[in-house]
């Protein structure tokens, strides 16, 4: 039996970015208020033991309340297994998104940092993934 592992983060990239500011965004109102969406999409490939992940994190106006600013950011990982010859545990396969999530955060914060109203930290996010037929 061969020993399941974690994953590390290989290479990422982004793929797509759009930040902008809403300008009637009220500094006196609800700074809370920001409710983002995520789509996560991975795939394991088992001949390299490599994890290919996809997130993109976007505003989600509708239901969104006194948003400071608008974004769609999506980022794309290689993640390989941290022990040579291990076996990728399907758990780990799907936390390799939240690696990702967390660079989004970084950069939007970053982008943000120079905008009208200040950094924004991207909160909380519900995940809606999909998977591929290898994973």
Same mark, same amino acid.
């Given at each position: 039996? %061969?020993?399941?592992?974690?994953?590390?983060?290989?290479?990422?990239?982004?793929?797509?970015?759009?930040?902008?500011?809403?300008?009637?965004?009220?500094?006196?109102?609800?700074?809370?208020?920001?409710?983002?969406?995520?789509?996560?999409?991975?795939?394991?490939?088992?001949? %390299?033991?490599?994890?290919?992940?996809?997130?993109?994190?976007?505003?989600?106006?509708?239901?969104?309340?006194?948003?400071?600013?608008?974004?769609?950011?999506?980022?794309?990982?290689?993640?390989?297994?941290?022990?040579?010859?291990?076996?990728?545990?399907?758990?780990?396969? !799907? !936390?390799?998104?939240?690696?990702?999530?967390?660079?989004?955060?970084?950069?939007?914060?970053?982008? %943000?940092?120079?905008?009208?109203?200040?950094?924004?930290?991207?909160?909380?996010?519900?995940?809606? %993934?999909?998977?591929? /037929? /290898?994973?």
């Amino acid at each position: 039996m %061969t020993a399941k592992t974690a994953l590390v983060l290989k290479k990422y990239q982004f793929t797509y970015v759009n930040v902008q500011p809403i300008m009637d965004h009220d500094l006196a109102g609800d700074r809370n208020g920001t409710i983002s969406k995520c789509h996560t999409k991975y795939t394991y490939e088992p001949e %390299t033991n490599l994890v290919i992940a996809e997130v993109t994190i976007s505003t989600d106006i509708e239901k969104s309340v006194n948003p400071p600013y608008m974004y769609e950011m999506t980022a794309f990982g290689v993640f390989a297994p941290t022990e040579k010859g291990a076996e990728t545990s399907k758990s780990a396969i !799907q !936390q390799s998104a939240q690696l990702l999530i967390g660079v989004i955060r970084q950069q939007i914060m970053a982008i %943000t940092s120079t905008m009208p109203w200040g950094s924004f930290y991207q909160g909380f996010v519900i995940v809606d %993934t999909e998977q591929d /037929n /290898n994973g």
